[in-house]
Each structure stands twice: as structure tokens, then as C-alpha cells.
């Protein structure tokens, strides 16, 4: 059992509901890999084993659903930078990420766009545990980049692509909820999972005061 578990996190309301197309029913991880392509000097295709073997980050953070509840939890994995600076992108000025997912034959992949810059001042992180154990399927099983100063239906799960590319285009909850293409946190009232009360946001991006 991880020392590292979330207080109240069976009080959390369930993300499947919420995964942008169903998680798959398995995923091959001996053919799974995480595709950086697009606007980059070298394109990488990495395995679940090299993303393992980079340098791991592990933080304490929060993050935000857009449906009004938060969490804190302590997310594993590698930053975007680091993936980046591999794939020799240096240039982050009017540049974005396009993350694509996994996906299903039923209901094909998710994607959306994020701006890289932003992104990488926010230390975001292509995360692979949570609370000591890895993603559950529902959560994004096997890697999910979280930039946590953005609501979650930014942040894909069972990612598969990260396209480096200078258009900043609507993605799916943006076309169909009409959500907000740059997904930044807002102020407002949240249910706190782990604190189980209310608190309100006082600014915008990511809620580090409690």
C-alpha cells in the first residue's frame, strides 16, 4: 500500500464519466509508445521503458476539472521540457503542442492544442503514477500530460502523440462544450476533494494556496 495516498479520494467524483472518448479495454504495452514529432529537430519515439529511464519528477500538485472539483494528488513522471530539449526544440514562441490520444475503434482519438511556452513555464508533466502507483485506466493509463494551470480536458489521456506545430487549434471539448480554447483555470468555487469543503480561486492558472 502507497504511503502516498490522497485523503478522502473515494470521495472523488469518477473521471470515467469524463474520459474525452472511453479508455480502451487493454492497451498493448509492448507496442505502445509516445510519438514527439511535427515542429522538431529529431522525432523521438519513445517506450514506456525510456520514459522510465529519463529523468523523474515528483510533486505534490493540484489539479482542476472543469466540472467545479479539485484534487490534490502526487504525480510521477517526466517533465515536458525534458522531452523537448531531446527532440531539440528550442524555439517556443508561437509554437504548440497537439497531444492525441490512444484512442478507440468505436470512437477514434481526442486532441488538443496547448501553447508550448506556457506549458513549459508551468513545469508540466507527462505523468505516469499517482500517489505511487501507476495511472489507472480511467486516469490516462499509461501517460497523461498534465499542465496544471489548465482545466483538465486539456491535459489527454492515454496519450500517444505530442506534435510540435505553430496552430493553435480548437480541440474536441472546445468544439462540442464550447469550452475555452486556451483552458486556463478561472477564479471561482471548487469542491476541494481532498480537503472535502469548498474553497474559492482567488486568480487565475494553476490553485497553489492550498
Sequence with gaps: MSNLLTPHLDKKPSSLRYYQEGPPISI????????IN??????????????LKL??????????????????????????????EMAGVSNLD????????IGTQEKGVYQTTIPLSDAISRRSILV?????ER???????????FDFGLYSYKNVKGLSTLEVT???????????????INGVIRPKKYWIVDLKKWNFVEKAGEVTEF
Excluded at 94 to 101: A, C, G, L, V
Design 38 to 51: 511535427g515542429l522538431v529537430n529529431e522525432e523521438l519515439t519513445l517506450s514506456y521503458n525510456d520514459l
Design 135 to 145: 495511472l489507472p485506466m480511467d486516469q490516462g493509463y499509461p501517460l497523461r500530460l
Design 166 to 180: 505553430d496552430q493553435y487549434e480548437l480541440g474536441e471539448w472546445e468544439k462540442r462544450a464550447g469550452y475555452d
Design 94 to 101: 508561437h509554437h504548440y503542442i497537439k497531444q492525441t490520444s
Design 55 to 84: 529523468p523523474q519528477v515528483e510533486e505534490s500538485r493540484r489539479m482542476v476539472c472543469v466540472c467545479n472539483w479539485s484534487i490534490r494528488r502526487t504525480w510521477k513522471g517526466i517533465l515536458l521540457s525534458t522531452v523537448m
Design 128 to 132: 505516469h503514477t499517482v500517489d505511487g
Design 28 to 35: 498493448n504495452m509492448s507496442e505502445w509508445c509516445l510519438s
